[in-house]
């Protein structure tokens, strides 16, 4: 089982980034997929989620207007779409699979996380 994100890096505040996560390893189709974060000395928070095969989705009410998550089941692929970032959206950002879940913002129904990838915003 494997989750790789990639997409992160260095932005200005008010710009955009698309973080992608590639799976493999296991039943794509029969997972959620949730994107999450984790600045220093913060606790894991999640971002956005999406279900596994009707496209329902949920997002943290932090960046609700402003990142959208989407994902390509023929592919394996899921991502997140960031704009109007801003310095406070710094963190690494992880993608995870979580099996017989709709929809969760929580990290314990969470089984597969990937490697995450760090998204710094400048102010």
């Known amino acids: 089982v494997q989750l790789q994100a990639s997409g992160g890096g260095l932005v200005q505040a008010g710009g955009s980034l698309r973080l992608s996560c590639a799976a493999s390893?296991?039943?794509?189709?029969?997972?959620?997929i949730g994107w999450f974060r984790q600045a220093p000395g913060k606790e894991r928070e999640g971002v956005a989620c999406?279900?596994?095969?009707?496209?329902?989705?949920d997002y943290a009410d932090s960046v609700k207007g402003r990142f959208a998550i989407s994902r390509d089941n023929a592919k394996n692929m899921v991502y997140l779409q960031m704009n109007n970032l801003k310095p406070d959206d710094t963190a690494v950002y992880y993608c995870?699979?979580?099996?017989?879940?709709?929809?969760?913002?929580?990290?314990?129904?969470?089984?597969?996380w990937g490697q995450g990838t760090q998204v710094t915003v400048s102010s």
């Open positions: 999406i279900s596994s095969r009707n496209r329902d989705s």
């Open positions: 995870a699979a979580a099996r017989r879940v709709h929809l969760s913002l929580k990290v314990p129904p969470y089984n597969f």
């Open positions: 390893g296991f039943t794509f189709d029969d997972y959620a």
